[in-house]
């Protein structure tokens, strides 16, 4: 074993999608940080580091989902799921789909003419990283890394 | 005298059967006695079924001898699903097992089985079919 062989990373017995998962993840609740110090220091570079923190979290949910779904099919056959699979399942779409929302709403406001955000964004910010939160913590205790030792 | 005769002969007919009766209680007891034993044996020639714990993110026990022909029994007792499946995916491979639930599988065949659990490939454990 290798630490940086490419070929051993991506056959590797772990599932992708928990190495993957964290990409997101980061890039999310750091443009969201960005996004609320433009807000309070109006300093519009601030403003256009949380576009672009969005923009590549949003992107990085397709194989996050991807590799979530495929792990689904592959490893328990597609079956019919319940409780912290299913959970985890619904909440990470929800988060997925709300990370797009939010790229999305900063991109058509970037695109009007007066360039600015509807109020009740930054409070669609907040939902968001409370959704990505228990999808991250129900992915967390279904991965086993809160086992105690 | 005649019929003192024959009240005597009844008397010792009845004493005699008593006697016999007596003496074939313990012979059975003992007949019985040795029966059960051959049963014993005969439960014992039958592999039984064992159970693998799966708790705190692992198999307990992690290895296990058994006799071909046992029937080994994975139960959840995390409150994680966990699979239980052959390092080959095709020998057995459990639905995902929520609390309590339970996956068996019969070992007909000496060898050694190695396994792991797909949510969680870390947790393996092997069992040895003699």
Not at chain 1, 127 to 142: E, P, S
Not at chain 2, 15 to 44: D, E
Not at chain 2, 69 to 84: L, M, Q, R, S
Request: include cysteine; charged fraction near 20%.
């Amino acid at each position: 074993m290798h630490p940086f062989s490419i070929r051993e990373a991506l056959l590797a017995k772990h599932a992708q999608h928990v190495v993957l998962i964290h990409f997101p993840i980061a890039l999310f609740l750091t443009g969201v940080g960005f996004d609320f110090a433009a807000y309070w220091t109006k300093r519009s570079a601030l403003a256009t580091a949380a576009y672009y923190n969005f923009i590549v979290a949003a992107i990085s949910t397709v194989p996050v989902i991807a590799t979530g779904l495929l792990a689904w099919q592959f490893e328990l056959e597609g079956q019919k799921l319940k409780g912290i699979l299913l959970q985890h399942l619904v909440l990470g779409l929800v988060s997925s789909a709300m990370i797009c929302l939010v790229w999305f709403v900063h991109f058509r406001s970037r695109r009007a003419p007066e360039q600015k955000l509807p109020p009740s964004c930054l409070a669609m910010e907040l939902v968001a990283v409370a959704l990505v939160a228990i999808t991250g913590h129900l992915g967390g205790y279904l991965s086993g890394v809160n086992i105690p030792s | 005298m005649r019929r003192l005769k024959m009240q005597r002969s009844k008397t010792s007919r009845i004493l005699r059967t008593m006697i016999l009766g007596a003496a074939a209680i313990p012979s059975l007891v003992l007949a019985n006695g040795a029966l059960r034993p051959r049963s014993v044996t005969a439960a014992q020639e039958k592999p039984a079924a064992i159970t693998v714990t799966i708790d705190n993110f692992s198999f307990a026990p992690m290895q296990l001898e058994i006799k071909a022909g046992t029937e080994v029994t994975w139960i959840n007792k995390d409150d994680v699903p966990h699979t239980v499946v052959s390092d080959d995916h095709k020998l057995f491979k459990s639905r995902a097992l929520d609390t309590d639930e339970k996956f068996s599988f019969t070992f007909k065949d000496p060898g050694t089985y190695e396994y792991f659990c797909s949510v969680h490939p870390k947790m393996t454990g092997k069992i040895v079919v003699k």
